[in-house]
């Protein structure tokens, strides 16, 4: 799951324990955050910043919750075709695992895998959520080592 550390970093979310990950404005990342379950974990990506790469770990605790700040006209993720009655957007909660020790840069994890192992080092992709196969998730955890 990725965020711009200067929206929503690791940090962030180390201080805050859980966070709701809302504001998901593309159907395809969407899709994939429906297909979480509690108890699910996920790594949190740092992108658009020098350099992007995987930072920490996250616990989903909570699925299929509304987004919402699709219904608020002054949020950055407002959407007017959406209604409390058929919202369109939802969002999961998460809770803080830990940061790693070390950063696996995009430039280290295109060096380790390819885009069928870890979709994220595709080029040009933009999606904020992609699923990592098992396989893959298991070999990340071993080289990220232990958190900080």
């Not at 504001?23 to 899709?31: D, K, P, T, V």
């Not at 058929?86 to 695992?97: G, K, Q």
């Not at 192992?117 to 959520?129: A, H, K």
């Amino acid at each position: 799951m990725k965020s711009e550390p200067d929206a929503y970093g690791i940090d962030d979310l180390r201080r805050e324990g859980t966070t709701l990950w809302d504001g998901i404005r593309n159907y395809q990342a969407r899709n994939f955050m429906r297909t979480m379950t509690a108890g699910d974990r996920a790594f949190f990506y740092h992108s658009n910043c020098k350099p992007p790469g995987i930072v920490g770990l996250m616990e989903v605790t909570e699925t299929a919750l509304v987004d919402p700040t699709q219904f608020d006209p002054a949020a950055k993720y407002y959407d007017a075709k959406s209604s409390p009655d058929a919202p369109r957007w939802d969002c999961a909660r998460l809770r803080f695992l830990g940061a790693f020790e070390t950063m696996l840069s995009l430039d280290q994890l295109r060096e380790l895998y390819d885009v069928d192992q870890l979709p994220v080092i595709r080029r040009g992709n933009r999606l904020s959520i992609l699923p990592v196969p098992e396989e893959t998730a298991l070999d990340l955890l071993e080289r990220l080592g232990p958190f900080h």
